[in-house]
């Protein structure tokens, strides 16, 4: 029903299996163990984006999800990215040393800081991969501020208005800290049963926190305003409108066993976006890069290799 009423048109669309990965395995050159791993401070208009800076190659920008941290993505995940493109990870605002008064948190404040350090690190050939909330959040940077993207990637991302399945009240709860909501309890939510266990072990060895960085607490007008993001982005028929005259490439990453946004989000977005194409996984959950972190990071590497830089993009200084 919810496909129905989206136009019928030809998605290049990919079921795989990936084969397990070795739990928790990470390059020695993990990039948060790096001596010259350090938290830099950007200075938009709007207000400090706290950063890091990683790697060689064509950037790649990655927007996280809701009340998440840079800790959040999986260092193995980051490493393979980085051994072919420069890495840019950052603080959504009112978290850690990004914008600490922020009282907005509109989908298109976000994509405007989002914006805002792409411009302020002089950065070109951009790539950003959005997860989860960072998809809603990426698509819009892509509606609003097109020529600062060449191609994003939407991984286990909403889709906009009349096109998307919303998060369950009793997840968005546990995502939420509700009270007496455990670890175990978010890892059950984020994985499928058979992989929660070996991935929440991963969870924890594996997620990024540099030596100098000091993972922050989620505030509650944080959790506030990311949660009236997304009941927003449920009903933002203007950016579903959007989406049928956004040209631009376009990766969908979705896991077929994703308990939070199921992969209908994927469907939606892949039928409606002229430009995109999806890659479903089998036996993955919301946050996969910790269950496949080198399988995403390849897909995600022939992605960016095989649409290359057009001429729409934004001329180099």
Not at 18 to 39: H, L, S
Not at 45 to 53: C, L, V
Not at 131 to 156: C, E, F, K, Y
Not at 157 to 178: C, D, I, M, N, Q
Request: net charge negative; charged share 15%.
């Amino acid at each position: 029903m919810l496909l129905g009423i989206v136009a019928n048109r030809p998605v290049e669309a990919k079921t795989v299996s990936y084969p397990p990965e070795t739990a928790c395995q990470v390059a020695a050159t993990r990039p948060d163990r790096m001596p010259a791993a350090r938290e830099q401070i950007a200075h938009p208009s709007q207000g400090d984006i706290a950063y890091y800076r990683f790697g060689h190659g064509s950037p790649i920008v990655l927007q996280t999800g809701f009340r998440a941290t840079m800790s959040e993505w999986d260092a193995a995940f980051l490493a393979d990215l980085a051994k072919h493109h420069e890495v840019i990870v950052f603080d959504n605002r009112g978290v850690g040393r990004s914008q600490p008064s922020a009282t907005s948190f509109t989908v298109q404040d976000m994509a405007s800081d989002l914006s805002a350090l792409i411009d302020t690190l002089h950065l070109h050939d951009v790539t950003v991969l959005g997860w989860s909330m960072g998809g809603a959040v990426t698509t819009q940077l892509a509606i609003d501020h097109p020529a600062n993207v060449q191609r994003i990637v939407l991984m286990s991302a909403p889709a906009p208005g009349r096109f998307g399945v919303p998060v369950a009240p009793a997840v968005e709860a546990t995502l939420s800290g509700k009270p007496g909501t455990t670890f175990d309890d978010v890892m059950k939510v984020l994985f499928p049963p058979s992989a929660a266990n070996a991935a929440g072990a991963c969870f924890r060895k594996n997620m990024f926190v540099p030596a100098d960085y000091a993972s922050p607490k989620i505030s509650a007008t944080v959790t506030a305003g990311q949660t009236g993001l997304l009941r927003a982005w449920e009903q933002d028929n203007a950016a579903a409108d959007a989406l049928h005259k956004l040209h631009i490439d376009t990766l969908i990453l979705s896991g077929d066993n994703d308990s939070i946004l199921p992969k209908q989000n994927a469907e939606a977005l892949a039928h409606a976006m002229p430009d995109a194409q999806l890659l479903v996984v089998r036996a993955a959950g919301h946050a996969m890069m910790y269950q496949y972190p080198h399988a995403l990071a390849s897909a995600i590497n022939r992605f960016i290799t095989q649409t290359p830089a057009h001429q729409m993009a934004k001329a180099a200084p």
